[in-house]
C-alpha cells in the first residue's frame, strides 16, 4: 500500500459511523443547535470545522429538515472532504458545501462576520501547536457574527481520560511499540493533551465568553477501537515519540494498536469482567462571541 493509498484507506469515516461516537455528537448537537432560532430567521450560515468525512455535517442537515439553512464543511483532507462531498447534499432550502480548509486560515474562504454558529468536533488537539490553535480560534472569531456561538468537544484532554481506564491507554502505546520491537524516543516530540482550563483560557483570548463546559462519558467498544486504530491521525499521535517510527508502515502500526487494543480487552475480561477499558470523557464548550 503506497502512500496515496493510505491516505484513502486510513481515515475517520469508519470510526465516524460507531454508534458511541455518532450518539455522543448527535446528542452534543441536541443541546446545542439553535433550531428556533433558525425557524424564526430568514436562514442562518453554519460552519462545521473540520468536517472531516461528514458526520457532523450530516447530523445538521438531518436535524434542519430542509428549512433554509447554509452549512460550510471545511477540512484540510482533500480524501475527507471528497468522501463527505459524496456522502452529504443540500436538501430542501438546505445549502450544503464542503471546502479543503485549515481552520486557521477561514478568513480566506468566508465573508469576515458572517457565520452565525460554527461547530468544531473532536479536532481541536489534532492542531500541532498553541500558536495554530490560536490561530484557528481567532480565525472562527474573524468569522462568526457579533455573538454567535461556537460549540467545541474534544476526548482528548487531561479529564478525558477516566480514573478507572487511565492505564489501558498506556498499556495500548506500550503493546503496540513491543510488537513492533521499538521504545520510546526521548527526545521526540510528545502529542501535547492540554487541560479543560488551557482550553478556557485560549477560547477567552481569543474572544469568546465561555458559557457552558459539559462532561460526557463515553464506553468505547472493542469494535470502535479497532476503527479508531486505522484512523492515520490517531495512529500517527501513538507513535510519533517511538524511535524510529518512519521505518514502519501506517499499516503496520495500524495492525500494532489493534493486537493491543484485542490484548488489553482479553486480559481484562478475565480478570475485571464488567470493566470496559477503553472509556473516555468527551468535553463539551459552549461559547459565544464576547
Same mark, same amino acid.
Given at each position: 500500500m503506497n502512500i496515496s493509498e493510505e491516505r484513502l484507506y486510513f481515515n475517520f469515516d469508519l470510526f465516524s459511523q460507531q454508534e458511541e461516537y455518532y450518539n455522543v455528537n448527535l446528542q452534543f448537537i441536541d443541546r446545542t443547535l439553535p433550531v428556533g432560532k433558525i425557524l424564526s430567521s430568514n436562514g442562518l450560515t453554519i460552519v462545521d470545522v473540520a468536517c472531516g468525512t461528514g458526520l457532523i455535517t450530516s447530523i445538521l442537515l438531518e436535524k434542519l429538515q430542509g428549512k433554509r439553512c447554509k452549512i460550510i464543511g471545511v477540512d484540510p483532507n482533500p480524501a475527507a472532504i471528497k468522501i463527505a462531498s459524496d456522502k452529504v447534499k443540500s436538501t430542501g432550502e438546505t445549502e450544503v458545501e464542503f471546502h479543503e480548509c485549515f481552520a486557521q486560515d477561514l478568513l480566506n474562504l468566508i465573508t469576515p462576520q458572517s457565520v452565525d454558529v460554527v461547530y468544531f468536533c473532536n479536532a481541536i488537539h489534532e492542531i500541532p501547536s498553541d500558536k495554530a490553535k490560536m490561530d484557528a480560534l481567532k480565525a472562527i472569531a474573524g468569522i462568526l457574527k457579533a455573538n454567535g456561538k461556537l460549540f467545541i468537544n474534544s476526548t482528548f484532554t487531561k479529564e478525558s481520560y477516566t480514573p478507572?481506564?487511565?492505564?489501558?491507554?498506556?498499556? @495500548? &502505546?506500550?503493546?503496540?511499540?513491543?510488537?513492533?520491537?521499538?521504545? =520510546?524516543?526521548?527526545? #521526540?516530540?510528545?502529542? /501535547?493533551?492540554?487541560?479543560?482550563?488551557?482550553?478556557?483560557?485560549?477560547?477567552?483570548?481569543?474572544?469568546?465568553?465561555?458559557?457552558?463546559?459539559?462532561?460526557?462519558?463515553?464506553?468505547?467498544?472493542?469494535?470502535?477501537?479497532?476503527?479508531?486504530?486505522?484512523?492515520?491521525?490517531?495512529?500517527?499521535?501513538?507513535?510519533?515519540?517511538?524511535?524510529?517510527?518512519?521505518?514502519?508502515? @501506517? &499499516?503496520?502500526?495500524?495492525?500494532?494498536?489493534?493486537?493491543?487494543? =484485542?490484548?488489553?480487552? #482479553?486480559?481484562?475480561? /478475565?480478570?475485571?469482567?464488567?470493566?470496559?477499558?477503553?472509556?473516555?470523557?468527551?468535553?463539551?464548550f459552549s461559547c459565544e462571541k464576547a
Open positions: 478507572d481506564t487511565l492505564k489501558f491507554w498506556g498499556m @495500548l &502505546k506500550l503493546i503496540a511499540f513491543q510488537t513492533l520491537g521499538g521504545k =520510546r524516543d526521548k527526545n #521526540a516530540p510528545s502529542f /501535547e493533551i492540554l487541560s479543560i482550563d488551557d482550553y478556557k483560557e485560549k477560547l477567552t483570548n481569543a474572544g469568546f465568553i465561555v458559557n457552558e463546559i459539559n462532561t460526557v462519558r463515553v464506553e468505547l467498544s472493542e469494535r470502535a477501537m479497532l476503527a479508531i486504530c486505522e484512523y492515520d491521525a490517531f495512529v500517527k499521535g501513538v507513535f510519533i515519540d517511538m524511535e524510529n517510527s518512519d521505518d514502519f508502515t @501506517l &499499516k503496520q502500526k495500524s495492525d500494532a494498536l489493534k493486537l493491543a487494543v =484485542r490484548t488489553i480487552i #482479553a486480559q481484562v475480561q /478475565e480478570k475485571s469482567p464488567g470493566l470496559n477499558p477503553f472509556a473516555r470523557n468527551w468535553i463539551e
